[in-house]
DNA sequence: GTAGCCTGAATGAACAATCATTCGGTCCGT
DNA sequence: ACGGACCGAATGATTGTTCATTCAGGCTAC
């Protein structure tokens, strides 16, 4: 029998400590433990990484750019900010329903300890066009007034924690309840002193 | 002066095991670095708290039962739900800046790895009352319908997002900008619709 | 076709460093 | 002089990483 996979044993590695990062955290997981999840032997690692940190890196790059991508899916500009934010958080719904391990890698974890310089850049630049959004919006009188990067932060932050109480079972989180919150978030952005209300585009 | 020195070094190998949990994280940290950081031996940890779990879980709950308490302060009901809520967000704006380290590093790592069932107990009667407090506000008309947990998630986590980008290096967040943003997110609990104003109580 | 070589991925035991924890001994308040 | 707080070197387990070795399969020479 033919075994196809080549090179998709880095990825088995990567996929194993998505896994056990985003469930006990950098520090509490042992390479062995990763090998054996992934089923290679402890040294095999070192082929295709140089080090536990740069391992953590290359996952934390390719989970921001999994979601990165997801969100830069949406056309650019069309219908305004209120249609486009609808969109954006569509994607967000999107993403956590398909890859919910990444996101709560990257969002429930402190990083600090091993990121490089690249991985900050990346995540530098995502926040900014997020911010950038929020201007373009500003600009147009569609979003309220203040500080770009504190809208983000709390629009990004309240929806980091409706998935936070699904994942500590406080809640049950399913895509149905997200896609309802979406105008309750909007909110948020929206200029205050007048009702606000669904967004322009329709359904699929 | 008189008994201090003796129970005060569990202070500070709780102080210092803040620090550098909140720091790097429970699974990056070496006892040793605790009790020199303490300035106590390493030994010596062993006389308050029986192992590293056992500390983690004595500091968790110290943080926890912290912001409770922060909380508990406000009056329980008097002027209605908009205006208590002015008074817990104050609250934890008050908070934040008197023990920065404790917030974070409740919300900002994951604990499941050393948390035994009476913290998870304690973390869940908070969780419980601040459902509860959404719950009359929604018997009241004053709180928008919708699940107290999601709606509390929000909210918090718009809270929790704010001071991560503060910590993170993306935005400056002081006093100020929180008092300033608690309108927006009342706005989150706020029936939709009409428009919501300031709270109840004046002031500076 | 096939024997023989060659490359480099894969292995897992071995390594030094570091970990959480222990314990015999010192010090001090009473 | 007694008991407990305190110390810090010792302990054995575990850590991230290395390296001598194995092995599969593609290449050339004949």
Chains 1, 2 share one sequence.
Not at 15 to 39: D, H, P, Q, T, W
Not at 40 to 64: D, H, P, Q, W
Not at 66 to 88: I, S, T
Not at 104 to 120: A, G, I, W
């Amino acid at each position: 029998m033919g075994d196809d996979g080549r090179l998709d044993r880095r990825a088995a590695v990567l996929a194993a400590a998505l896994e056990l990062f985003e469930r006990v955290g950098y520090g509490n997981v042992a390479m062995s433990k990763i090998a054996a999840s992934a089923g290679v032997a402890a040294g095999t690692i070192y082929t295709y990484f140089r080090s536990k940190e740069e391992l953590a890196n290359a996952l934390y790059r390719e989970c921001k750019l999994a979601l990165a991508g997801e969100l830069l899916d949406v056309a650019p500009d069309d219908g305004g900010a209120r249609a486009e934010f609808g969109r954006v958080w569509r994607s967000l719904v999107t993403f956590a329903a398909a890859q919910p391990a990444a996101l709560s890698f990257l969002e429930n974890h402190r990083h600090d300890v091993y990121l490089d310089d690249e991985s900050k850049a990346l995540s530098a630049a995502i926040d900014a066009s997020a911010a950038d959004f929020v201007r373009r919006g500003q600009r147009s009188g569609e979003i309220r007034s203040g500080p770009p990067e504190a809208l983000v932060a709390l629009v990004f932050g309240s929806f980091v924690g409706l998935l936070r109480a699904g994942h500590e079972g406080r809640l049950s989180v399913d895509s149905a309840l997200l896609t309802e919150l979406e105008s309750t978030v909007w909110g948020l952005l929206a200029p205050p002193g007048r009702p606000h209300d669904t967004p322009a585009g329709g359904g699929t």
